[in-house]
């Protein structure tokens, strides 16, 4: 049996909060555009976080990635988002708005570059749920 | 880094309805959608995962602002919702309510209300245990 693009997904959580907020924009901008999410000192979520990675099954193991290689790596990224209020704590939100994209694209590339010549697999894509009916996926072009 | 990303929101609505064809005799409506030929109708909470695709705005860090998303998918959603879709809904006075036949609709009335080529994926659950897909 030719075996080929499998993919492995491993879950994470972790809790952060965010508040989205411009300063360049009105009070009154701000709260049409981005309503309870202005709220001044920030509020929650316990997100969930789907980590994808294709490869090659590997003839001596039969794991495209080891699961502990991969929640020590992930891990690793995640110490920056969680139990943190991403806006003060998290430098990728200096200038960026912590919305469930942003966040995405800053832990696909974060977890991207921890998976670099680590073996014959890389990151597939990841699924970030904010709450169980709101969620972003990203994933390279190239796939 | 060049990223593909997806804004993609769950939502629920629920109706009632019948599948049975008028093409067909009453023996054959039964055999071919058994239970769910049922003469007075049946109902279903649907779930509907609706996925744009698209670079956030730089400005807001969103595809879409959250609340003109739910907006727009409330609107056709309202159509729907609490409605016996073959009595009650005029396009389905002439198509079949099956999964398939909802989620084509429900995409060519979303379609409508987004920037061309926005809409990506939708996915349309039934029940826990069927769902339609439509999209990339």
């Known amino acids: 049996m030719d075996i080929k693009e499998i993919q492995i997904t491993k879950k ?7 508040r989205y907020w411009r300063e360049d924009w009105t009070d009154k901008k701000n709260n049409e555009v ?4 202005t709220s001044p000192y920030g509020h929650g979520h316990n997100y969930e976080l789907h980590v994808t990675v294709t490869g090659t099954v ?3 193991t039969g794991m495209i990635i080891n699961l502990s290689d991969l929640k020590k790596y992930v891990k690793l990224v995640l110490e920056e988002f969680d139990h943190k209020y991403l806006n003060l704590d998290n430098t990728a939100f200096q200038e960026l708005i912590p919305t469930t994209e942003n966040i995405a694209r800053v832990l696909y590339e974060k977890i991207d570059s921890q998976l670099v010549n680590k073996g014959d697999f890389k990151l597939f894509r990841v699924r970030l749920y904010e709450r169980s009916d709101l969620y972003v996926d990203v994933w390279s072009p190239g796939e | 880094m060049k990223l ?10 629920t109706c009632a309805h019948r599948l049975h064809s008028d093409t067909l005799s009453d023996r054959e409506n039964l055999d071919v959608y058994d239970k769910c030929n049922n003469y007075n ?15 956030p705005d730089p400005k807001t860090g969103m595809i879409v602002p959250l609340q003109e ?5 409330k609107k056709v959603l309202s159509v729907l919702d609490y409605k016996h879709l073959d009595k009650e809904v005029e396009y389905f006075r002439t198509h079949h309510s099956s999964g398939e036949v909802i989620v084509q609709y429900l995409w060519d009335e979303l ?5 061309h080529g926005q809409l990506y994926h939708l996915k349309l659950w039934e029940t826990n245990n069927n769902y339609f897909e439509l999209g990339v």
């Open chain 2, 4 to 13: 593909n990303t997806t804004f993609n929101r769950v939502y629920q609505f």
């Open chain 2, 69 to 73: 998303f739910d907006h727009r998918v």
């Open chain 1, 34 to 37: 981005f309503g309870l999410c």
């Open chain 1, 12 to 18: 994470f959580e972790f809790s952060a909060s965010h």
């Open chain 2, 41 to 55: 109708g049946h109902g279903h909470d649907y779930t509907l995962e609706v996925s744009l695709k698209g670079d």
């Open chain 1, 58 to 60: 590997d003839p001596d």
């Open chain 2, 111 to 115: 379609e409508k209300l987004f920037p």
